[in-house]
T-cell receptor, first 115, second 113 residues
Framework: EAQVTQNPRYLITVTGKKLTVTCSQN?????MSWYRQDPGLGLRQIYY???????DKGDVPEGYKVSRKEKRNFPLILESPSPNQTSLYFC??????????????FGPGTRLTVT | AQSVTQLDSQVPVFEEAPVELRCNYS??????LFWYVQYPNQGLQLLLK??????LVKGINGFEAEFNKSQTSFHLRKPSVHISDTAEYFC???????????FGAGTRLTVKP
């Protein structure tokens, strides 16, 4: 089954404790992206990757890191989480977003709470 | 850069009534438009998209949307809603040749019996 998977689905952590949210897709997609969803703000892009070893900042990259060492995986790293990073996070992928025409496929989401 | 405004944050309707969810966009170049749906505790999934051609686009679950270039709108409609349509709906826009997709703030549709 074609899908985007994220782990963990739920995470409660404390300020400053490094964490990683994993994302994996099995569709051989070139483009992958991370979003955060906050009430009243919709989805805001954190980072995206056009292909292996190619990443770029989205609209809200502060406090986050990503890497793309393999085509299928795109982990999101919070080196020192803070309470304002409490949010619902989505990973997404598409065949090739260059040109803007491809739909994105979303993972089920990771609800992160930082206390 | 492009932007999206969803004009209603919440839309309550009764079952079997028609519904329209409004979306306006801003861009200086040609755009592609999308509607996504998010059911409770799930990720987003594509309802429909407009790339080119006919301005009336039909999607899954009986939804359709109309691209209006002069009014820079892409409103989503359904003639008769079901309880199962209760969800959050997101309008999104990407620009031709651009690498990112911008989402609106979402409209929560609640269908009441």
């Amino acid at each position: 089954e074609a899908q985007v998977t994220q782990n963990p689905r739920y995470l409660i952590t404390v300020t400053g404790k490094k964490l990683t949210v994993t994302c994996s897709q099995n569709m051989n997609h070139e483009y992958m992206s991370w979003y955060r969803q906050d009430p009243g703000l919709g989805l805001r892009q954190i980072y995206y990757s056009m292909n292996v070893e190619v990443t770029d900042k989205g609209d809200v990259p502060e406090g986050y890191k990503v890497s793309r060492k393999e085509k299928r995986n795109f982990p999101l790293i919070l080196e020192s989480p803070s309470p304002n990073q409490t949010s619902l996070y989505f990973c997404a992928s598409s065949l090739r977003l260059a040109g803007g025409t491809d739909e994105q496929y979303f993972g089920p989401g990771t609800r992160l709470t930082v206390t | 850069a492009q932007s999206v405004t969803q004009l209603d944050s919440q839309v309550p309707v009764f079952e079997e009534a028609p519904v329209e969810l409004r979306c306006n966009y801003s861009s200086s170049v040609s755009v592609y438009l999308f509607w996504y749906v998010q059911y409770p505790n799930q990720g987003l999934q594509l309802l429909l998209k407009y790339l080119s051609g006919s301005t009336l686009v039909k999607g899954i679950n009986g939804f359709e949307a109309e691209f209006n270039k002069s009014q820079t709108s892409f409103h989503l409609r359904k003639p008769s809603v079901h309880i199962s349509d209760t969800a959050e709906y997101f309008c999104a826009v990407s620009e031709r040749g651009n690498n990112d997709m911008r989402f609106g703030a979402g409209t929560r549709l609640t269908v009441k019996p």
